[in-house]
């Protein structure tokens, strides 16, 4: 299995852009979560999905954050418009019932200028 | 409010001596709990975990002490080597299960030293 796939590594936008992030899970895993880590707070979790429905989105900073998750191998975390204090690395990860712990992709760092 | 903290933001360690990463926490419904090892520009990686029920767990050079009414944990590594040199998170949930939610603390950076 290639793991978590996160696309783009990088990505550089200008404040007021829309930007949309990609993750695809590991096959056969039913949950996925988005982290944001920034050197303040670590690892934040924004949202997380159980069977592709949101479970928990209370993490999400503000409303020009929505993800979603329209199938099993297939997630976006998309803010528009973005703004300079968005910037950070964005991680994706994927469990199942049975896994003790997530599986991380290598994460898109994002700025925002 | 950070449920999850780790105090300490880096620590440097000579090669062959012990290096303790500390972590507290402060929801008690916590029972399960996590360290993950993260190398600069790759994904955070799955390290050691522990259960409340244990006071310690132990993976070769790697060891895990819980400490529950404290609300406190820390991760021993012994003895050190270079490539241990990583951000380190340690994580807490309410559920064994990879289904539900983890809090990870701010993490601490560790320099292991030639």
């Known amino acids: 299995d290639a793991g978590v796939i996160q696309s783009p590594r990088h990505e550089v936008t200008e404040m007021g852009q829309e930007v949309t992030l990609r993750c695809k899970p590991i096959?056969?895993?039913?949950?996925l979560f988005w982290y944001r880590q920034t050197m303040m707070r670590g690892l934040e979790l924004l949202i997380y999905?159980?069977?592709?429905?949101?479970?928990?989105d209370s993490g999400m900073p503000e409303d020009r954050f929505s993800a979603k998750m329209p199938n099993a191998s297939f997630s976006t975390l998309k803010i528009q418009p973005s703004e300079p204090r968005d910037s950070a690395v964005y991680f994706c990860?994927?469990?199942?019932?049975?896994?003790?712990?997530?599986?991380f992709g290598s994460g898109t760092r994002l700025t925002v200028v | 409010d950070q449920q999850v903290k780790q105090n300490s933001p880096s620590l440097s360690v000579q090669e062959g001596r012990i290096s303790i990463l500390n972590c507290d926490y402060t929801?008690?419904?916590?029972?399960?709990f996590l360290w993950y090892k993260k190398y600069p520009a790759e994904g955070p990686t799955f390290l050691i975990s522990?259960?409340?029920?244990?006071d310690k767990n132990e993976d070769g050079r790697f060891t895990v002490f819980l400490n529950k009414s404290a609300k406190h944990l820390s991760l021993h590594i012994v003895p050190s080597q270079p490539g241990d040199s990583a951000v380190y998170f340690c994580?807490?949930?309410?559920?064994?299960?990879?289904?539900?939610?983890?809090?990870f603390g701010t993490g601490t950076r560790l320099k292991v030293l030639a």
């Open positions: 990860a994927s469990s199942s019932l049975l896994e003790y712990g997530y599986t």
């Open positions: 096959s056969g895993h039913n949950s």
């Open positions: 999905f159980n069977n592709n429905v949101p479970i928990d």
């Open positions: 929801n008690s419904m916590f029972d399960y």
């Open positions: 522990i259960s409340s029920i244990k």
């Open positions: 994580a807490a949930s309410a559920s064994p299960s990879g289904t539900y939610k983890y809090i």
